[in-house]
């Protein structure tokens, strides 16, 4: 090999310790996270009456306030965006191999053609929050600096992916810079703006308010 | 007397029961600015919006952004001139209605009510016959 000694070592470095320590790094912030955002809550004493939770209309969810009716086409480009982020890297052959060969398990994996469609519906739907960010006035008007970096974060480890398995530009360069943006992005998760994932789980679906799943029992408020 | 009211625009709002009242506020606040991901998917849910021809100026993450988040962003270190600005953000371009809906979950009212109450302290509210 005819890499130089420093691009070796990152290589080297990306492709071992960091994935543990970045993984690590992730799963400790996930669960401060978690219990940071659980303070947040308080009990919540039942505000309706067990008669009232049979009543089909009190359970009736009014499609029209939601964002699948007032952006449809946002709602489908922002759940294939979030879907891929979580499957491709997760169901990845390339991914899986390396697991298998340093613990001695793996996931299931996708056929290559398909991680590499997906990896490009992503990036599609990367480029469509960009081109909304820069174009439309009302997305630029509350944009900043940092949310170009989010951005950058997020599509950069798919788009030097795809590029490294097409074996565009320098491979060796281009796959330890996937591996190098890939664990600085699992880093950031759980204490920067993309810690939105983990507020979303946790503020629609397991506290009460008006808009989560859980809105009519008896359980945590925010 | 001009150099005197231009002493008053500018001098720093700060007092106790403020202090306490960011204080009290400052992790649910903080952790809901922090996650907005500045999508503005929320616009349509609010009325002022819709019936002011969209004018992004009535989003609520524009009023949230621009009156909770300045507050948050220069530690209440304000000046009255920054409060003078948020006024018609938060007591005249939305009425608390708590229509607002934020795919994410943010909790958008009370982030403007909570800069209302701010404001409130500050002396910083519309008098009654300013009501439009
Ligand atoms: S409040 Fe919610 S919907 Fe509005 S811009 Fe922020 S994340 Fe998007
Ligand atoms: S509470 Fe304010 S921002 Fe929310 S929908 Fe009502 S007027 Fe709009």
Redesign the interface.
Known sequence: MTESPLILLLYNLARGPLVWISGLIFIMGVIYQCVSMYKLTQKQIPFMKASQLNDPDALKFDIKQTVLYTHPVMTVVTSVFHMCLIIIPLFLLAHNILLDQSIGFSLLSFSENISDFLTMIYCVCAFIFLFRRIFLKRVRIISTFYDYVIWFLASAPFITGFLAYHQLFNYFWIVTLHMILGELMIIAIPFTKFAHMIYFIIFRFFVVNEYSLRRLQATRTF | MENLNNVEQTIAVQSQDTCQLLNTFK??MT?SL????????C???CFMFMKNN?D??Y?P??KF?NSIGVIYKKKGNLKRNDLEKMKDIVWKHCVLC??C?C?????IPSMISTARSYCRAQGVYPEFDEIY
């Open positions: 992790d649910k952790l922090k996650v907005c991901a500045h999508c503005t998917l616009a349509e849910s969209k992004p100026h989003m993450s524009y952004i708590t229509r809906y795919p994410i979950g943010i909790d």
